[in-house]
């Protein structure tokens, strides 16, 4: 029987500029630019579901047009999303400025900061793995429901995997701080960038910081080195794949695609190899196009 997965975290509007060359200040920059559906949380979700996995996406949306259109996105493609709009929030929106491989956020989380600490844990009883995007974590109007969807996965015998979201919000809250919450957990993802800040290792060897981190969790530590491949520690040692060759139009979401691509074949039995190596092949479809779905 396929793992069904719950996912908490962020489901907004993404506006998605890739632009012909660095922005030039006061005067136009040319680009090619779309509105699509976006959020780390519902990101991965719609890669879950294109994988065939079972998946619920715990993430608020106002109660707008903006809404219902990223709600019946994730329905069509097979998501679960059994969150009602909120009144008192528009959808969030973020701005995506994608450029020379690598990509800038501006960032309205609107609604997505509101999700309800209560309805979250009750959802997650029932679902076999939780993952958990680190944004709700990072935003203290979302904190508590994020620390209740990790409550309830112990409570309830879920395994757990944790993305770390991005760099500046974990720096604003502290290492110490995040990897307090998300201690226990069974996996934790995180970027270069993101582990830099973790081990507190900016010029760190990403496997020496991945080998770091999964000694202090206790946990399986995986670090994403976008082209260079990608790392796993656990108590039974390190493994790593290289990226598969990409040619990268908008880099949005593959972290998303990664993971997506990671947790549908390690929880169908498959091995760290075969699983970074899934995660990879999914990452590198990812950037191939311009959006962060599939």
Known sequence: MTARIVVVGDLVTDVVAVLAGPPAPDTDTAASIRFTGGGQAANTAAWLAWHRVPVTLL????????????????????VDCPLPPRADAPTGTVIVLAEGGRRTMVTDRGASVLLDPDAVAAAVVGADHLHLSGYPLLDDGSRKAGLAALAAAREHGLTVSVDAASAGPLRQVGAAAFLSWVRGVDLLLANLDEAAVLTGSAAGDPTTQARTLATDLGAAVVVKRGAG????????????VPAPPATVVDPTGAGDAFAAGLLATRLSGGDPRASLTAAAAAGARAVARIGARP
């Open 59 to 78: 993430a608020s949306v106002g109660a707008d047009a903006a809404g219902a259109a990223r709600v019946a996105e994730l329905r069509a493609a097979g």
């Open 229 to 240: 491949g990608a790392v796993w520690a656990d108590a039974a040692g390190v493994v790593t």
